[in-house]
Structures are given as structure tokens and as C-alpha cells.
């Protein structure tokens, strides 16, 4: 087995390697056979949200791309393609394009290239290879493995010849127009083109994604940005949407022009009108099982699956995560979030845990199971200056204070204390509210206004749960907060179609994988008069007369809307929960 050392020299290598590639530009090359318009690329590897390539690929000419691109008739074939033609491609004395902890894992460190290539680093094998919506349309490669996902820097996915055409594009033009690295560690932003007589060789960064896994942005340093081009601009911002890097370890990224006011206030005026027990705005619940008060998140919270804005956003987040198309199931719906005086949620993770087997539900994300991957947090108000409610990473330190200038906990405590602001908001003495308040004025706090987003990751790109992404809401020390989350998924989550079900669980005492039919009463107890000719709806379909004493009932799913109206009216609304049965009363 390599030590760590073998690999520390290995990256040193690896490193200096890079150095020579890039000071090695300004010398000629020979031109590639074969090229039709003197234009030869080299691909630059880099896996799954790692910042550091891991290998580059020998010169390919225009003709050889232009043939990938020709023979794929679908993304599948595409990937399957790029997959086998960067394996061969590939320099493979100067790349490390295989999985280093997997080889440890499976004490496989022989010196077979096989068993050490990009193949075993796309194809992970069946136990850590979580099943996704897709996966029966992909096809093997020619070492008859999955193949990988290609994705560029900023998470589009590659998933056609035209775009791979475009990505060339893009890469020479960049390379034609920068003479220099303005930023040696941002690789993306040099002048990588090696200008000879009459050739030119273009860069093109890809990022590998194993089968089952899902794209994950590799920041390198803090401020570092990536410019979503392929997302389109908002009407009204009309700037490009763009991540900017708040902290590498855990994954922070804030999310300049994703959402505008006009949505923000849609979400938060929705919430506030929702009428169903099961969606409207109350006080939140944490873990699995979505119905245990706890003690420790004071704020409140609403559910919007179905409203227009919603679904725009969550599409548009789905698409700046780098999927390209929104898959059902993989998140948990908008939650809408309300933090008034005090209000807090203490620092926790987003990764789910089921220490207690409860669920048939396989939350090991490190295998084969799903979990909350990331979350996107929109928060829709402003806070006066100095009102706290602030998302804390409370394993984290700012980027701006030396680590001899961190403030300790107990300091920060005493100096509340002295200067009153959390008595002042009615904080007691002592209760863990202060603590966080502490908390967020020592560690890496995002503090919220309007318009703000933020982006970051639960997991590792291998699956595993990132620790270090422990993050709470600070109390609020003055007016209200409101704000949005997304919890993204990488498999579909429990109780949908696809998701993954737990090895020791029995597949024959599952009544089916799919959206669950649900069975819902609905009840007119007859106490209010003006509910006399009140009717069901389903939607906006008749279901039938809600008289007094007289219930409905119906099978229904989770997420569907049922309506109550009298005359044109709707007088009440409620949306289906995940239970299987269910009464809704008026
Ligand atoms: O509202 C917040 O700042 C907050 C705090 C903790 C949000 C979340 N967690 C979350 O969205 O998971
Ligand atoms: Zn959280």
C-alpha cells in the first residue's frame, strides 16, 4: 500500500509537473497529424470536486473530437465516449486520475494500469455506487465499466457534441485573449495556449463525476468565483449569476444574482397565506421522522411545494448544482423559514442520520445510500445592523482572523455580557441561545439581507458526510428573519421513486418503491355556519359536496392540493403530508 508520504511526493510531483506544463508554454510544439484547422487540444482532468487536476491528456486533434462528437447520438453515448477516450488519451506517468482512498479501502494498490485508471475512479463498483433515476440508460464502456459524468468547472454537464464543440470554443478564445495567469491557483483563468507556427493548443478543463455520484464544485481558495454562464440571466437582474467562495473546508459559497425581490416576497406573502396544517407556517421539527419538536430550534417554518415561484427556484438551483434537468424527489420542497425575537436553531447537521434503523430507508450516502448532499439558503429580509440571525459554521473561523487573533468561546461570553446586547433581546444568562450568540460572533457567520444566497455542502464528493459543515441559526436579536432552504438529495429521498432501500431490509415486505398512494378524510364537523355548502376540490376539479357530518374521503399523494370553496371562494386549502392516513377538518 502507498504510504503518505509515497503520495505526498507523488502530488509534489504531480505539482511540479503542472509548473513545467505551464512554463513550458511559451515553447514550440509539434503540430498533432491529421488537424484541419491547426487547432490541437489537451484535456486537463480533474476529479470530482478536486480544485487540483489530477492529469492532463496527450495533444487530440479537431478531427478526433469532431469524430466523438459525431458518433454520440445521446449524452449516454457521449459520456460513454469521453470515458474511453480519456482513459486512452490520458499521460498516464505524470496522472493520478484513479481513486487513492478506494485503493486503500480495498488494499488494491497493485501496479496493474487497469486497476488503476480513470475507469476505477467512474465506476466505484456496486457497493458504492448509489442507483440513480438514469442509471439503466448508461452504457458500458469499453472495459465493460460505468462511466463517468463530464462537467465543466462551473457545473454544466457535457452533455452533447454541439456543447463539447462550444466548450473548445470558449477555451481558445480564452486562450487568444489571456497572456497571463492572473491567478496561479485558479488554473481556469490562465493563458494555457502553447502558440507554435501555424498551432495552437487549447486547455479544456473537465471534471469527472463517477456513475451514481453527483457534481460538486471544487473551490481552491477563499473569494475564488465561478461564473455560471450557462444559467440564464434574471429579467430585472440582468446580471450573470455567479458563486463567489466563502470557505473551502467546510464547502461555503455565496450565490450573487439567483433569485430577485419580487420572488422573495412571492415565497414569503405564499407562506403567510398557506392555510394547510401540514404546509402553513409553524413551529419547526427536526430529524427523519419530520414530526419531533425539538427544543433547540425555537424558529418556524412552512413548506411551499407547489407554488409557481417554488418551482422556479428550485428548478434554477437544480440547474446552478449542475443537473440538467430537475429530477422529483431529490430535495425536500421549499422550506420557508421565520425566525422572530430570539429564534434560533442550534448548530446541527443537514446530514440525516437513523442510528436506530427505524427507516427501510438507506441513508449511507459513503455506499450505496442518499442524503442530503447540499443546501441552498435564500434569505429573503433584512436585519437592522447588529441583529444577529446570522448561519453559523461553527466549525469554522473566518477567513479574516488570524487563527492568534480567534476569539475563545468563554471570552466572547464575557464580553455579551458586558455589553448587554443579548439581555437586551431577552436572551437569559447562561441558556444556549447566549452560547450561540457567542458562537456566531467568533466563528464563520453569513450574515443575512435581502437578495443574499448561499450554497454549501453536507457531504464530501465521495459521499461521505462532511463534519465540518455544522451550521446553526443565530438568535435574532432584532425584528423578524425570513428565509428559504433547499435540502438537495443525492439519490431520491425517502418515499420516492428510485430510493435506495437499505441491504437487511426484505424487498418483499415493501409495498412498492414508488410515490406512496396515500388515503385522505376530509371532515365538516358543521361547527361554523358558513361552511354549510362548503365542496371538495382537487385542484380545481369538483370532488363533491363537504356537508356537515358527512366526510369524503379519497386516495391521494403526497404534495397534492385538495380545496375547500363556498360558492367562488376557497376558503381553505390543504396539501397532502407523507402519511398514510390522513384528516383534514373544518
Ligand atoms: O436559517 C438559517 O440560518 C439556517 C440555520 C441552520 C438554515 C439551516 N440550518 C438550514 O437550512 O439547514
Ligand atoms: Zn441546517
Known amino acids: 500500500m502507498m504510504t503518505k508520504l509515497q503520495r505526498q511526493?507523488?502530488?509534489?510531483?504531480?505539482?511540479?509537473?503542472?509548473?513545467?506544463?505551464?512554463?513550458?508554454?511559451?515553447?514550440?510544439?509539434?503540430?498533432?497529424?491529421?488537424?484541419d484547422n491547426n487547432t490541437v487540444v489537451s484535456f486537463v482532468?480533474?476529479?470530482?470536486?478536486?480544485?487540483?487536476?489530477?492529469?492532463?491528456?496527450?495533444?487530440?486533434?479537431?478531427?478526433?473530437?469532431?469524430?466523438?462528437?459525431?458518433?454520440?447520438?445521446?449524452?449516454?453515448?457521449?459520456?460513454?465516449?469521453?470515458?474511453?477516450?480519456?482513459?486512452?488519451?490520458?499521460?498516464?506517468?505524470?496522472?493520478?486520475?484513479?481513486?487513492?482512498?478506494?485503493?486503500?479501502?480495498?488494499?488494491?494498490?497493485?501496479?496493474?494500469?487497469?486497476?488503476?485508471?480513470?475507469?476505477?475512479?467512474?465506476?466505484?463498483?456496486?457497493?458504492?455506487t448509489p442507483i440513480l433515476l438514469d442509471h439503466k440508460q448508461l452504457i458500458k464502456t469499453q472495459h465493460q465499466t460505468l462511466p463517468c459524468r463530464w462537467y465543466t468547472r462551473e457545473g454544466l454537464r457535457i452533455t452533447s457534441g454541439e456543447q463539447l464543440q462550444a466548450l473548445l470554443e470558449t477555451a481558445k478564445n480564452r486562450s487568444s485573449s489571456t497572456s497571463s495567469c492572473s491567478n496561479p491557483q485558479d488554473a481556469s483563468d490562465c493563458d494555457t495556449s502553447t502558440q507554435a507556427e501555424g498551432t495552437a493548443t487549447t486547455e479544456v478543463h473537465l471534471y469527472a463525476v463517477p456513475a451514481g455520484r453527483v457534481f460538486m464544485f471544487a473551490p481552491a481558495y477563499v473569494g475564488e468565483i465561478f461564473q455560471l454562464d450557462h444559467l440564464k440571466l434574471l429579467p430585472d437582474v440582468n446580471k450573470p449569476i455567479y458563486l463567489k467562495v466563502l470557505s473551502t473546508n467546510p464547502r461555503v459559497f455565496d450565490i450573487l444574482n439567483v433569485f430577485t425581490p419580487e420572488e422573495a416576497d412571492a415565497v414569503v406573502q405564499r407562506a403567510l397565506n398557506e392555510t394547510s396544517p401540514t404546509h402553513r407556517i409553524k413551529r419547526s421539527t427536526t430529524g427523519t421522522t419530520e414530526n419531533a419538536v425539538f427544543t433547540k430550534r425555537t424558529s418556524e417554518n412552512g413548506f411551499d411545494t407547489h407554488g409557481t415561484v417554488a418551482?422556479?427556484?428550485?428548478?434554477?438551483?437544480?440547474?446552478?448544482?449542475?443537473?440538467?434537468?430537475?429530477?422529483?424527489?431529490?430535495?425536500?420542497?421549499?422550506?420557508?423559514?421565520?425566525?422572530?425575537?430570539?429564534?434560533?436553531?442550534?448548530?446541527?447537521?443537514?446530514?440525516?442520520?437513523?442510528?436506530?434503523?427505524?427507516?427501510?430507508?438507506?441513508?449511507?450516502?459513503?455506499?450505496?445510500?442518499?442524503?442530503?448532499?447540499?443546501t441552498v439558503l435564500l434569505y429573503m429580509t433584512d436585519l437592522p445592523d447588529g441583529a444577529g440571525g446570522e448561519t453559523v459554521f461553527s466549525e469554522a473561523w473566518p477567513n479574516d482572523v488570524l487563527p492568534h487573533h480567534r476569539t475563545h468561546l468563554k471570552t466572547a461570553i464575557k464580553e455579551l455580557r458586558k455589553n448587554g446586547d443579548t439581555q437586551l433581546a431577552g436572551i437569559t444568562e447562561?441558556?444556549?441561545?447566549?452560547?450561540?450568540?457567542?458562537?456566531?460572533?467568533?466563528?464563520?457567520?453569513?450574515?443575512?439581507h435581502a437578495?443574499?444566497?448561499?450554497?454549501?455542502?453536507?457531504?464530501?464528493?465521495?459521499?461521505?458526510?462532511?463534519?465540518?459543515?455544522?451550521?446553526?441559526?443565530?438568535?435574532?436579536?432584532?425584528?423578524t428573519k425570513w428565509a428559504a432552504n433547499l435540502w438537495v438529495w443525492n439519490t431520491p429521498r425517502k418515499g420516492y421513486k428510485g430510493a435506495p432501500i437499505r441491504d437487511d431490509v426484505d424487498p418483499a415486505t415493501l409495498s412498492d418503491n414508488g410515490p406512496k398512494q396515500l388515503f385522505a378524510t376530509f371532515v365538516n364537523t358543521g361547527k361554523d355556519p358558513a361552511m354549510a355548502n362548503a365542496e371538495l376540490y382537487y385542484e380545481s376539479q369538483k370532488w363533491g359536496p363537504l356537508h356537515p357530518d358527512k366526510p369524503l374521503s379519497a386516495n391521494t399523494y403526497e404534495g397534492h392540493r385538495w380545496n375547500v370553496r363556498v360558492g367562488d371562494e376557497v376558503v381553505t386549502s390543504w396539501v397532502i403530508g407523507n402519511e398514510q392516513k390522513q384528516q383534514f377538518v373544518i
Not at 16 to 30: D, G, H, Q, T, W
Not at 430 to 448: D, F, H
Not at 451 to 476: I, T, W
Request: aromatic share 8%; charged share 25%; proline share 4%.
Open 9 to 35: 511526493s507523488m502530488r509534489f510531483l504531480s505539482t511540479i509537473c503542472c509548473l513545467f506544463l505551464i512554463a513550458i508554454k511559451s515553447f514550440p510544439v509539434a503540430a498533432a497529424d491529421g488537424d
Open 45 to 128: 482532468i480533474h476529479l470530482n470536486g478536486q480544485p487540483d487536476p489530477c492529469g492532463t491528456t496527450r495533444l487530440v486533434t479537431q478531427e478526433q473530437i469532431d469524430k466523438w462528437s459525431s458518433t454520440a447520438q445521446n449524452k449516454y453515448e457521449l459520456e460513454t465516449i469521453l470515458t474511453d477516450e480519456m482513459v486512452s488519451v490520458l499521460n498516464t506517468e505524470t496522472s493520478s486520475c484513479h481513486d487513492e482512498d478506494l485503493e486503500e479501502q480495498t488494499n488494491n494498490n497493485n501496479d496493474d494500469d487497469d486497476e488503476r485508471s480513470l475507469y476505477t475512479f467512474c465506476d466505484r463498483g456496486p457497493e458504492l
Open 311 to 374: 418551482l422556479a427556484l428550485k428548478q434554477r438551483i437544480f440547474e446552478l448544482l449542475g443537473y440538467d434537468e430537475y429530477w422529483d424527489g431529490h430535495d425536500d420542497g421549499l422550506q420557508v423559514l421565520r425566525y422572530n425575537l430570539t429564534q434560533a436553531y442550534i448548530q446541527h447537521d443537514d446530514y440525516l442520520t437513523d442510528p436506530g434503523k427505524k427507516d427501510t430507508f438507506d441513508y449511507e450516502s459513503a455506499k450505496k445510500g442518499g442524503n442530503r448532499y447540499a
Open 430 to 448: 447562561g441558556s444556549w441561545e447566549e452560547e450561540m450568540v457567542a458562537l456566531c460572533r467568533t466563528r464563520l457567520a453569513i450574515k443575512p
Open 451 to 479: 437578495g443574499r444566497a448561499v450554497l454549501f455542502y453536507s457531504q464530501h464528493p465521495n459521499g461521505e458526510m462532511d463534519r465540518n459543515a455544522k451550521h446553526g441559526g443565530c438568535p435574532v436579536l432584532n425584528g
